[in-house]
DNA sequence: TCTGGGGTCCTAGGACCC
DNA sequence: TCTGGGGTCCTAGGACCC
């Protein structure tokens, strides 16, 4: 049996952890620059936020609602989770962390166990220890677990928070509830092209020919298609070292001047060495991209990317830094108001068997360098040593209007207690 | 005024090889 | 008149996830 657990209302569940006034209350938290809602608490979703709703157009509506709006604080999410994972890890040896606030856990051997009990010590132990509440959902496949984590969750009041499939009966009838929207791995253009041809729910679909499930949606369709019957076909995948690395921002407004964009996208570049080197990895190529706001359809657009291949490997900020300044230069046009920009590398190969080059000269001394910036940055904070041509004064430039405090992960912000 | 950021995998088609 | 067959590698684009 594999067991998928979820954080509800992960990022506002957080921010609730330290401010227990807001149980019961609407919470949102925005998306960098206060642009768009990206987590809700369940009142939220009651009085009509969608995900992703412009935060700029429901302005009314929260202050109506007397919702409360946070700016995403990733320091906190990031070590709130970093807890969970900790806690949940304990209940079994195999265990995938899927995304920020979801893990898979294999329960093979624990044909002795009492599941549901099982499950329920989860929920009790992480809300307890951490203050986020979470849902299991239990099942013989993880594209099964996940549609039983939808039920625990949705009927949490019923369910306890914990739902097993466990048998055939109840497998039918979680995929006759569940629409094809709502199918993990079914996005926008699958559903809508499948929902032409009248597949309605999962259950549908798990009706469908092995052959056209094949051809109308890969591999991919046909392998979730046998997991939702029941037929193990996805495993547990184990954490690899990524593949590209990327570092984009919109911009608070709207940048006009090459030095502007050439200022970020050097800090850009900067934050995917510090990334490289913490995975070991250099990179051999490196993609830069500016663009306009394509939201304003009353500004001319401007949108371009250059792919750079770099002549050695490297992850050195300085040489990236270079690198990508000159990729700049190649695509950056004046006259246009620029929003958005941003760095991605790729083509890794460990750091620690690099292709010597016999023409191009790559300088060896950067590697302690390097190390030396990244040891005073673990010190002193976040990007305290800078190269020159990086803003002295700040670094990403975002609207953050309601960020909390960082409440776990900096001394001076932990929370004070009366008695 | 104002609309996020960071990933993965698969496939088709072109370039190239013998 | 008449122009093969079987591969690999790379990349762009499309789909998906949180």
């Given at each position: 049996?594999?067991?998928?657990?979820?954080?509800?209302?992960?990022?506002?569940?957080?921010?609730r952890v330290f401010r227990p006034d807001l149980n019961g209350k609407p919470v949102v938290v925005l998306s960098n620059n206060d642009g768009c809602v990206i987590a809700r608490s369940n009142e939220a979703k009651a009085v009509g936020i969608p995900m992703g709703a412009p935060a700029f157009e429901y302005e009314k509506l929260f202050k109506e609602n007397n919702?409360?709006?946070?700016?995403?604080?990733?320091?906190?999410?990031?070590?709130?989770?970093?807890?969970?994972?900790?806690?949940?890890?304990?209940?079994?040896?195999?265990?995938?962390?899927?995304?920020?606030?979801?893990?898979?856990?294999?329960?093979?051997?624990?044909?002795?166990?009492?599941?549901?009990?099982?499950?329920?010590?989860?929920?009790?132990?992480?809300?307890?220890?951490?203050?986020?509440?979470?849902?299991?959902?239990?099942?013989?496949?993880?594209?099964?677990?996940?549609?039983?984590?939808?039920?625990?969750?949705?009927?949490?009041?019923?369910?306890?928070?914990?739902?097993?499939?466990?048998?055939?009966?109840?497998?039918?009838?979680?995929?006759?509830?569940?629409?094809?929207?709502?199918?993990?791995?079914?996005?926008?253009?699958?559903?809508?092209?499948?929902?032409?041809?009248?597949?309605?729910?999962?259950?549908?679909?798990?009706?469908?020919?092995?052959?056209?499930?094949?051809?109308?949606?890969?591999?991919?369709?046909?392998?979730?298609?046998?997991?939702?019957?029941?037929?193990?076909?996805?495993?547990?995948?184990?954490?690899?070292?990524?593949?590209?690395?990327?570092?984009?921002?919109?911009?608070?407004?709207?940048?006009?001047?090459?030095?502007?964009?050439?200022?970020?996208?050097?800090?850009?570049?900067?934050?995917?060495?510090?990334?490289?080197?913490?995975?070991?990895?250099?990179?051999?190529?490196?993609?830069?991209?500016?663009?306009?706001?394509?939201?304003?359809?009353?500004?001319?657009?401007?949108?371009?990317?250059?792919?750079?291949?770099?002549?050695?490997?490297?992850?050195?900020?300085?040489?990236?830094?270079?690198?990508?300044?000159?990729?700049?230069?190649?695509?950056?046009?004046?006259?246009?108001?620029?929003?958005?920009?941003?760095?991605?590398?790729?083509?890794?190969?460990?750091?620690?068997?690099?292709?010597?080059?016999?023409?191009?000269?790559?300088?060896?001394?950067?590697?302690?360098?390097?190390?030396?910036?990244?040891?005073?940055?673990?010190?002193?904070?976040?990007?305290?040593?800078?190269?020159?041509?990086?803003?002295?004064?700040?670094?990403?430039?975002?609207?953050?209007?309601?960020?909390?405090?960082?409440?776990?992960t900096n001394l001076s912000d932990i929370i004070t207690i009366r008695l």
């Amino acid at each position: 049996m594999f067991a998928l657990v979820d954080c509800n209302n992960f990022y506002a569940s957080c921010e609730r952890v330290f401010r227990p006034d807001l149980n019961g209350k609407p919470v949102v938290v925005l998306s960098n620059n206060d642009g768009c809602v990206i987590a809700r608490s369940n009142e939220a979703k009651a009085v009509g936020i969608p995900m992703g709703a412009p935060a700029f157009e429901y302005e009314k509506l929260f202050k109506e609602n007397n919702v409360q709006v946070f700016s995403a604080n990733f320091a906190l999410y990031g070590d709130m989770s970093q807890r969970v994972m900790n806690i949940l890890s304990e209940y079994t040896p195999e265990m995938e962390i899927y995304s920020i606030d979801e893990c898979f856990l294999k329960l093979q051997g624990f044909e002795h166990f009492n599941l549901n009990d099982y499950g329920k010590h989860m929920c009790d132990k992480v809300v307890k220890w951490t203050g986020i509440p979470i849902s299991v959902g239990i099942a013989p496949t993880k594209a099964l677990s996940k549609v039983a984590n939808r039920i625990a969750k949705k009927y949490a009041k019923q369910t306890g928070g914990v739902y097993i499939i466990d048998s055939d009966e109840k497998r039918i009838k979680a995929l006759k509830w569940l629409k094809i929207d709502d199918v993990w791995g079914i996005g926008r253009q699958h559903s809508t092209r499948l929902k032409a041809i009248g597949i309605k729910t999962a259950y549908d679909f798990t009706q469908l020919d092995d052959l056209f499930v094949k051809k109308q949606l890969a591999i991919v369709g046909l392998r979730l298609k046998h997991d939702l019957q029941g037929i193990a076909t996805l495993d547990l995948e184990t954490a690899q070292p990524k593949k590209n690395i990327a570092t984009t921002r919109s911009f608070e407004s709207n940048y006009t001047e090459f030095e502007q964009l050439r200022e970020r996208v050097s800090t850009f570049a900067v934050s995917c060495g510090e990334k490289l080197r913490q995975q070991n990895s250099c990179c051999n190529s490196l993609m830069v991209f500016i663009h306009t706001n394509g939201h304003r359809k009353d500004f001319p657009q401007y949108s371009r990317n250059i792919v750079v291949k770099l002549p050695f490997a490297t992850n050195s900020s300085i040489e990236l830094s270079k690198f990508s300044v000159q990729a700049l230069k190649l695509i950056f046009k004046p006259g246009y108001a620029y929003k958005k920009a941003g760095v991605i590398v790729q083509d890794f190969t460990p750091a620690n068997h690099i292709q010597q080059t016999l023409f191009e000269y790559r300088d060896e001394r950067h590697v302690p360098l390097m190390q030396a910036i990244d040891r005073m940055n673990a010190i002193f904070g976040q990007q305290k040593i800078r190269l020159a041509s990086q803003d002295p004064k700040r670094v990403w430039k975002m609207k953050q209007e309601k960020l909390s405090p960082q409440y776990t992960t900096n001394l001076s912000d932990i929370i004070t207690i009366r008695l």
